[in-house]
């Protein structure tokens, strides 16, 4: 049986929620690897919009098993909270079972808070974090004093650890960012709720998955966040805090490497950033503003305004090379329709003189000072929404896309010319032959 993982081959929101909605259709498992509640994924079905934080983007179909895997750090009373709401709506399915693993570290009101003191500190090296704490808690993770589901079902390990991490998140908060301190108690009492609630939804979440894989069951593994806000590959230090690349789906929900089938990178027909970091493409003219109106591009979390520019292949060719990208979904095509002429960035150029083409410099100085080299293609007019094949798109968006194939050097899967689940022309399926 085939499985697929779903990443971004930018700075996020190419448009992963709507993708991994559409193929969880043919798939049986939904997992989450990474990231936590700063990501946003937005699902459009029946012209019901519905934004996902931590919940797996196959949660509106039936029959499904979705998981939130190891990899991922988990706000507790986010999850609790989108769980209400998914069943207030009844948009929670009957017989859909969710779990979260038992080994998934937990964000504490701790990592919230320093990481919204910690921006508000930095005057010009702002990252412009998402303020979930999601940096914090993989800190904590990774110095081995982090909190994990597991800790908190069981009531005397989490006493201990919260006051061994208090002792010391509270020195900082007081001395260094001169805030209140937090109250152990409190935020016991408070996790004692959560726990209550979402304990019947934890469980060894690798198992679950390698029984399915074992039944013939096919797992859709769903990314979040961008190739280029990878901690280790992205634009550093200009990135979220875990690896976003389709290589952590594997470590992320303990499976191994050769679980993974195919690889899909989602890639919007135009490039966005939210929060700081270079962008050589970015666009501050008509064009950018046409990108951001017409692509009402918001941040699904935290609703600020995303920067908009030209298509840049440098980017997605990186991303294709070390996601092992094996299909190309191209979205928001919809939104270019209208422009005179369209503009691809194939390389950069340093000031140095030099070309890249496939790798985007590690040195960020050099980052900065790369000018874009351009393509340039003729836009189109027509209304393209209701697009249904290739052969219903004009000439020109054909030859847009066609371009964009031959750049990534990965073979198309899918095109998407609007936010519902309905407004998609599927060219492969990634469960197929
Ligand atoms: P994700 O984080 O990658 O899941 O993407 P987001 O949900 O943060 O951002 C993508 C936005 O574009 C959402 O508002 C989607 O509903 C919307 N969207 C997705 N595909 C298309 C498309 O093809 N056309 C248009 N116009 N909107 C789209
Ligand atoms: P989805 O899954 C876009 C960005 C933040 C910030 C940087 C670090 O919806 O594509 P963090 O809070 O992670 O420490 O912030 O990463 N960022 C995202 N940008 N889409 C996302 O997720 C993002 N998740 C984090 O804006 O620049
Ligand atoms: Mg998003």
Redesign the pocket.
């Known amino acids: 049986m085939t499985n697929v993982a779903v990443v971004g081959t930018q700075w ?2 190419e448009g992963k ?1 709507k993708v991994v909605d559409l193929y969880a259709e043919d798939a049986d498992v939904i997992v989450r690897f990474q990231g936590g509640n700063n ?4 699902l459009v079905v029946k012209g019901v919009q519905t934004i996902l934080h931590l919940i797996p983007s196959g949660i509106l179909h039936d029959h499904k098993t979705c998981i939130i895997g190891n990899g991922v750090v988990v706000d507790p009373a986010v999850m609790k909270q989108e769980i209400e709401n998914l069943e207030k709506r009844a948009l929670f399915p009957e017989h859909t079972r969710l779990f979260v693993s038992e080994k998934a570290h937990l964000i504490m009101p701790y990592h919230r808070r320093l990481d919204v003191a910690r921006e508000a500190r930095k005057s010009d090296r702002k990252i412009g974090t998402t303020g979930r704490g999601i940096g914090l808690a993989y800190e904590d993770k990774v110095a081995r004093v982090g909190i994990r589901f597991c800790d908190l079902l069981d009531e005397t390990t989490f006493m201990e650890k919260l006051r061994d991490n208090i002792e010391e998140k509270n020195f900082y908060l007081t001395r260094r960012f001169e805030e209140a301190p937090l109250d152990a108690q409190q935020i016991f009492d408070e996790y004692r709720g959560y726990a209550e609630y979402l304990k019947p939804f934890v469980a060894d979440t690798s198992l679950i998955i390698a029984q399915e894989m074992r039944r013939g069951k096919k797992i859709l593994f769903e990314g979040a966040q961008g190739c280029h806000l990878d901690i280790d590959h992205g634009t550093y230090p200009y990135v979220t805090s875990s690896n976003t690349v389709a290589g952590n789906a594997s470590c992320g929900s303990g499976v191994g490497p050769r679980a993974i089938d195919r690889v899909v990178g989602i890639c919007k027909a135009y490039t966005t950033r939210v929060g700081e970091g270079p962008f050589v493409t970015e666009l501050t003219d008509a064009v950018g503003e046409h990108m951001q109106t017409v692509g009402q591009e918001f ?3 935290t609703g600020r305004k995303r920067r908009c520019g030209w298509l840049d292949m440098v980017l997605v060719r990186q991303a294709v090379r070390v996601c092992g990208i094996s299909g190309i979904a191209v979205t928001k095509l919809d939104v270019l329709t209208g422009l005179e002429k369209l503009k691809i960035c194939v390389g950069y150029r340093t000031a140095a003189g030099e070309e890249y083409t496939e790798s985007v410099p590690a040195n960020l100085k050099a980052l900065a000072g790369c000018q874009p080299v351009y393509q340039e293609l003729d836009g189109w007019t027509e209304d393209i929404r209701h697009a249904n094949q290739i052969d219903d798109l004009p000439k020109n968006t054909r030859k847009y896309i066609e371009r964009l194939e031959i750049l990534s050097d990965a073979p198309l899967m899918l095109v998407s010319v609007g936010a519902g689940r309905e407004s998609t022309i599927v060219l492969k399926n990634p469960f197929g032959d």
């Open positions: 996020g929101d929620g990501a946003g994924h937005t941040g699904a979390t």
